[in-house]
């Protein structure tokens, strides 16, 4: 059993950054895939981005290419995303994800991951 706890929530202006980190315990770290989903108030849980498991493939949602970034220490059972110039658009609770070990199929959506943290919130005030 996977578990997952999220920090570096808060919140920021518009323009600024944040750094969530999600540490994992009681796995092979490096054998999951990590993704981060995202959920504002009233609205479907959304994919923000993925990091895979041996090769570190990442898959970016549209709105987070170019502002998002995503990395892991594996030394450490971290994984890390890196927010910049956020959006008040961007605020909501940022969950974090692991997939089965070995996961090879589809990281995009939720159903490919066995694993979630409890979530952080993040609010970015205009």
């Known amino acids: 059993q996977v578990q997952l706890v999220e920090s570096g929530g808060g919140l920021v202006q518009a323009g600024g950054s944040l750094r969530l980190s999600c540490v994992a315990s009681?796995?092979?770290?490096?054998?999951?895939?990590m993704g981060w989903f995202r959920q504002a108030p009233g609205k479907e849980q959304e994919f923000v981005v993925a990091?895979?498991?041996?090769?570190?493939?990442?898959y970016y949602s549209d709105f987070a290419k170019g502002r998002f970034g995503i990395s892991r220490d594996n030394e450490k059972n971290t994984v890390f995303l890196q927010m910049n110039s956020l959006k008040p658009e961007d605020t909501g609770v940022y969950s974090c994800?692991?997939?089965?070990?070995?996961?090879?199929?589809?990281?995009?959506?939720?159903?490919?991951?066995?694993?979630w943290g409890q979530g952080t919130q993040v609010n970015v005030s205009s």
């Open positions: 994800a692991a997939a089965r070990p070995w996961y090879n199929g589809d990281v995009v959506t939720p159903s490919g991951y066995a694993y």
């Open positions: 009681g796995g092979d770290f490096r054998s999951h895939t």
């Open positions: 990091l895979t498991w041996g090769t570190g493939r990442t």
